[in-house]
Every structure is written in C-alpha cells, then in structure tokens.
C-alpha cells in the first residue's frame, strides 16, 4: 500500500503522524511511504530522517496525494485540503466530524473511507487512539490554567498550591474520565483543592481511591455543577461522548456566577464544547477571550504544543492499526477488528459512525 503522510497546516499544529521509526516499521512489511517534505521539522525530524528511514520525502503535496491511498494525519484536513482528495481515498485521522459539517460533507461527497482515531474503542470501552492526547492534554489544562490565573496573563493573580498561611486554589473538574484524571493528577500535585465531578457512580468510586481521598467526588448534576463552577478559581471541562458532540454540562447562567480573573480550560471544544460560553474555538496564536469576567481558553489542538512528546505518544498507540490496515487492506482489516470498525466514520458516501449520523442530521449506514 502506499501510505501518504502530510505536513500539518493547523494554527501551530507541529505534530506528525509517523516518525522515522514508524515509518521504518511500515517499509519492513513492504509497503511504500509518501512524506510530504518538512511534515516532521516541528517535532524534531528532518527530512533526511525520512529518507534514511525508508520514506519517499516529496516536494509537491497535490502529487503524494495522486498516489497514495491511505492518508495519515494528525488533526483533521482544513478547507485547502479538502480538494486534494481523490474519490475513495482512505484517511486515518483525529476527525471530530460531530462538530464539523462542511468536513463531513466533503468526504461524504468524495466517498472517502474516513477512520477517526476517536472512535476506535476497544471492547472494554477504552477508546486507546484518544486516551494518548487525552493524557496530554489534561495534564496540560492544569499548566495552562495556572498560567493563565496569573495577573499578567489576565487571571486573578492566585497560585495553585497558594502558600503557608493562605488558601490554596479551587480547581473544579467537569468529567472523570482520561483528560480529567489526568488534570486531576497535575492539581493535585501542585498542591490545589480539586473537586471532580462525573455522571458515573463507579467511576467516583476509583477516583476516590486512587487519589486517597485527595479530592472531592461529585455526581455531576445541575446543582452540584453550579456549587463547584461558583467556587471554581480553575474550571476544566473534560467530557467526553465517543464520536458525539459534547453537552453543554455548564450553562452560561452558571459561568456568570464565577469571580472575576477565574479561568475556564474546556478540553472538549474540539467536540463542540462543554461550557456554554466557549463560543468560539481558538488557536495556539490567539489561545484565550474573556467573557463575563472570566478567562476562556479553548485551542482545540492542545497537545500541539508539545508536538515531540505528543507525536511519540501518539505514533506508539496508533502504528499498530496502521499497520493492520495496510497489511490486510481497508475493508478486510476493518471487517476483521472490531475495534478498528468502530473507528470507521464515513465510507462510500454514508455515514457509518450512529453519533456523527445523530449529531449532525444524517442517515446512519451500517458498511458491512
């Protein structure tokens, strides 16, 4: 198979899909690697690497495109990407098409065979292609968030961990899943009060004791969100519904009663969002607004910014069904792994994932 792996154009987006290693991996099993030129100068890899790795560096984007047939990126392709696509390509990305129509009509309209790394599941309900930039990105929503609680940087001028003799911040944390036990971790550590608040009993329950009692377990329903939001220095919105766009957990009725400098991280605005108020998605240029007195910080390419660890995290997860679908080929690899199916969000021009087909109004397809 030939296999594509094009440089990323997202606002500050410098992961990459492979690194030489993956790509080396791929051209063991005698399949032909297409590396657009510069894909891996933000994570660290030069093009020579590629080369030497066993990759086909090409200069002319429109031209790897003709020839590849599987596409592998990152983030999901942009409007000046959309026309590069030839009818029935595969592509084997982070897609969000809940919350992006336009994208799901072009590749409806092409009849791409679109494999969202966010929808992969195992049978155990982990979702292992999400759970990597999960981590990232919930550990960096604390980082984030106690820089932007700086005065300089528009916050209220706390610390996390405040001091001896003074209260330390409130962080409140809206889904316990990945991102948010992740989040929890790094306010743990830096000292805050951390309050998590998840729909799921059981989940409390291994919150509970794996943090030993560190942090306060809340079932998430309209009142005890508006207790915590109210008291909240730290807002983080970490909730997730495989494939589906996010619901708005925190109203802007709620987001109004918050002091003024407190901060909002919502790691769900690459799904819709699940704060009413993040109305807009922001970039790594321009990451925040503040509205209502609070700061709103919603880049939906978080892990982005720490693309070498982020790429290295990714590549170790997502190689493997990778490999099983240039080995066995699009259709057979899907028919054979469940897991991998799951992924499947459009093909042959239906929409065959049941949350994008709810979310956005479609018929739901079932390709098999």
Do not use: W
């Not at 030129?37 to 031209?63: L, N």
């Not at 919350?99 to 966010?118: C, H, N, S, V, W």
């Not at 997730?240 to 009725?253: D, F, H, R, T, Y």
């Amino acid at each position: 198979m030939k296999i594509g792996v094009v440089k990323e154009i997202k606002n500050n987006e410098n992961r990459v899909a492979l690194t030489p290693g993956g790509i080396k991996e791929l051209a063991s099993h005698g399949h032909q690697v297409l590396v657009e030129s510069r894909a891996g100068e933000g994570s660290g890899f030069d093009d020579s690497q590629y080369t030497q790795a066993g990759g086909i560096v090409m200069t002319d984007k429109a031209e790897l495109f003709v020839q590849a047939d599987l596409i592998v990126k990152v983030k999901e392709p942009v409007a000046s990407e959309y026309e590069l696509f030839k009818p029935g390509q595969a592509l084997f990305a982070y897609l969000h098409l809940s919350a992006d129509l336009p994208l799901t009509r072009m590749m409806l309209e092409k009849k791409l065979a679109g494999i969202a790394f966010e929808t992969v599941r195992l049978p155990n309900g982990q979702l292992p292609l999400l759970a990597p930039m999960s981590e990232v990105a919930g550990r960096m929503a604390v980082q984030i968030g106690a820089s932007l609680l700086q005065k300089n940087n528009g916050g209220m001028g706390i610390l996390l961990g405040g001091v001896p003799g003074v209260n330390r911040a409130e962080v409140v944390i809206i889904g316990g899943g990945v991102v948010g036990t992740n989040a929890a971790k790094m306010a743990i550590g830096a000292g805050a009060n951390v309050t998590i608040l998840d729909v799921d009993k059981s989940r409390l329950v291994y919150l509970d004791d794996i943090f030993g009692g560190k942090a306060t377990t809340l079932i998430c329903n309209d009142y005890n969100v508006a207790e915590a939001v109210k008291r909240a220095d730290l807002l983080i919105g970490a909730v997730l519904i495989p494939g589906a766009k996010a619901p708005k957990i925190v109203k802007e009725s709620v987001v109004m009663t918050m002091k003024r400098g407190s901060v909002i991280v919502d790691v769900a605005v690459d799904q819709g969002g699940s704060i009413e108020t993040v109305d807009r998605v922001t970039t790594h240029d321009n990451p925040y607004y503040e509205k209502h007195g609070v700061v709103h910080y919603s880049v939906a390419n978080m892990p982005g910014a720490v693309p070498r660890t982020s790429t290295f995290a990714l590549e170790a997860a997502m190689l493997p069904y990778l490999v099983k679908l240039a080995n066995k080929g699009i259709k057979p690899a899907l028919a054979e792994h469940p897991d991998l199916r799951l992924g499947l969000n459009t093909y042959e021009g239906a929409v065959t994932c049941r949350p994008v087909a709810d979310s956005l109004g479609f018929a739901y397809a079932d390709p098999f």
